[in-house]
């Protein structure tokens, strides 16, 4: 290989990745840079060119990229001769990363929480709390909801709301029934507002509680307090509330899909906590590994009814996901790290929503704390019962295209690819946050002035 050549241009490297890697490659395709270096909420490709990061590993950097105390907790594990593989034996930093978890957790799981690690992947994750409840409950059908993502594995991908990933892939796990989640601007009931969430949590509780619902009693419920890849969409208080409550009732476990939306992004180091409810499990994975692949499921005890060796994983053991997992932990938990989080999100809705008011094909803005969602319309198609204009993919990729070529990554997603994302890093920088709504603004005004 010749290491001179591949560092000369963006397209040598991505050649030879469209070359060597599979057709399942997805980011590549919207952003074509190589990148050479990262540090902090920008990376720098091979090329020289200087990039703002609002994608951040799909909200994997908490604290962005190459982090100083994170990097340092790595290299002081890796100079001290600990082990950085162990499977599921314990060790210090094991037990510092656990313990530091379960003190951040609702007071009823402090006392009766149970850990499982699991494989890498957030997927793994979903994965094994399906089998834990599955074992627990002795019963087979799960609920889940429109709209939802949960993971590209057979079982995860079974639970997930988008068909583009499912409609070519048979056999994915049977008896998962799809039931409504709140999302007012497109409301499934046709109502909006509170009459829609209303209707959302009437649904639930009269279909789980009817003899004749055709649904038996399910195994888990499973749910994300704000859906990402759905479209930045958050579960209203009300909505949790009920879910919980009627869980309970029902004897139902309760499972939380923290994955993206938990350590901190929300404002909250939990998404669920803004209900005030203690879920059954809850899923973790992205951020708490500090940038290092780490994924767990945490759960009362009552749930621990499974055989040693029920669910593995070889991966499971990453020390150094879990010495860099603490140290975000610890600084992303503090309540002025939150309410920073917290301010930041509000910086930039205020920004978007004066923008909004300007600009028709801005359709809506949503989002808790630093997760937003921007939901793209198309104006000159015909607008549904609530007023709301048809989502557009089409227009989200035209800004999204103009956003990169100005130097800002952004990611899509929502129905259609119609929503722009915000994932930066917690820590992001005011003056960061201002060149991003900068960067975006002109982008939106370019292709606005298109679609007249």
Sequence with gaps: MNETLNLLSNKTYLDRQNETESNARSYPRKFPIAIKKAKGSWIEDVEGNSYLDFLCGAGTLALGHNDAE??????????SEAPLHTLDLTTPTKDTFVQTILSLL?????????????SPSGTDAVDAAIKLCKTATGRSSIIA?????HGMGHGALALTGNLNAKNRVNGLMPDVHF????????????????????AACAFFEKTLKDPESGITKPA????????????????????????????????????VDEIQCGIGRSGRFFAFEYADITPDVILASKAIGGSQPMSVVIYNKKLDLWESGAHAGTFRGNQLAMAAGTVVMKRVS????????????????????????????????????LMIGIEFVDTNAQADSLGSYPPSGTIAAKIQKHCFENRLIM??????GSVMRC????????EEIAIMLDTLERAIRQVEADER
């Design 70 to 79: 994170v990097n340092q907790a790595m290299v002081d594990l890796i100079t």
């Design 106 to 118: 609702p007071e009823e799981l402090q006392t009766n929480g149970r850990i499982q690690f699991c």
């Design 145 to 149: 909801f429109g709209g939802g993502y």
């Design 179 to 198: 039931f409504p989640y709140p999302y007012s601007y497109r409301c499934p009931f046709g109502l909006g507002g509170d009459a829609g969430i209303d």
């Design 220 to 255: 888990a419920v499973i749910l994300e307090p704000i859906q990402g890849e759905g479209g930045v969409i958050p579960a209203p208080i009300k909505f949790l509330q009920t879910i919980r409550r009627v869980t309970q009732e029902l004897d139902i476990p309760m499972i």
């Design 334 to 369: 503090t309540q002025n790290f939150l309410d920073e989080v917290k301010a930041k999100g509000k910086l930039i809705e205020e920004r978007l929503y004066r923008l909004k008011a300007e600009l028709p094909i801005i359709g809506d803005i949503r989002g808790k704390g």
């Design 411 to 416: 990611e899509k997603g929502g129905r259609y």
């Design 423 to 430: 994932l930066c890093a917690l820590n992001v920088s005011r």
